[in-house]
């Protein structure tokens, strides 16, 4: 199973970026699928979340700046991220639980990193 995320890189304040993460491999079911961002000298913090069922979940730093979503049939999660501030800078990663067979328990997997820098 790997995740795939893009859509990180610059960006000036006030602007607009959509990170996408993608699942493949052998799946059965993915669940849970969230965004965590560390900035330099921070700790991992999670961004959002969205359930199977469309359910969503914010940082309250990102209310109302922020959207996550998912495409079930793409395997895919993605974050608008609209009013960017330079307080936004950070590492991107996505986390998805995942069930890789009817009979398995779920697993945590990890997308690589996508950097989003806001600076004018």
């Known amino acids: 199973v790997q995740l795939q995320a893009s859509g990180g890189g610059l960006v000036q304040p006030g602007g607009s970026l959509r990170l996408s993460c993608a699942a493949s491999?052998?799946?059965?079911?993915?669940?849970?699928m969230a965004w965590y961002r560390q900035a330099s000298g921070k700790q991992r913090e999670l961004v959002a979340v969205?359930?199977?069922?469309?359910?969503?979940t914010y940082t309250d730093s990102v209310k109302g700046r922020f959207s996550i979503s998912r495409d079930n049939a793409k395997k895919t999660v993605y974050l608008q991220m609209d009013s960017l501030k330079p307080e936004d800078t950070a590492v991107y990663s996505c986390?998805?639980?995942?069930?890789?067979?009817?009979?398995?328990?779920?697993?945590?997997?990890w997308g690589q990193g996508t950097l989003v820098t806001v600076s004018s």
């Open positions: 969205i359930t199977s069922g469309g359910s969503t």
């Open positions: 491999g052998g799946i059965f079911s993915v669940n849970t």
């Open positions: 986390n998805s639980k995942i069930r890789r067979h009817p009979w398995s328990n779920e697993d945590d997997y």
